[in-house]
């Protein structure tokens, strides 16, 4: 959605393909172990393992899957670069697969958010 007001114009990859602002799969993990903070207490095995996957999967976001987008674009500019022919416009490679950090951030603040705010509606 950002890309759409920032950019002017839609790409279906960008909304639904990985990558993009916020990180939706650091605000789902962030929202699921906030929530079982909230259900289970924050001192239960049950917080510490959801805490930990959570920094697992914003780690990932951030480092692992972003590095392969970079390299990603690096790989695309040097077939455009080398390889002029028509074969290769079809084939480039996914750039958009990681997170900055702070789509990253802003994810965590979103999951974290929401979960509190359902988790005061539905448990208190």
Do not use: C
């Amino acid at each position: 959605m950002l890309f759409f007001i920032t950019e002017k114009k839609w790409d279906s990859e960008r909304f639904f393909g990985a990558g993009g602002m916020p990180s939706t799969h650091v605000a789902l993990s962030v929202s699921v172990a906030v929530s079982i903070g909230f259900k289970e207490g924050w001192d239960s095995a049950m917080f510490a393992l959801a805490s930990v996957m959570a920094i697992v999967i914003m780690a990932d976001a951030a480092g692992v899957r972003r590095a392969t987008g970079e390299q990603a674009k690096v790989l695309n500019k040097l077939l455009l670069t080398f390889f002029k022919e028509d074969r290769f416009k079809n084939e480039r490679m996914q750039e958009f697969i990681g997170h900055t950090p702070f789509e990253v951030i802003v994810g965590a603040i979103i999951g974290l958010v929401i979960a509190t705010v359902l988790s005061i509606y539905f448990y208190f």
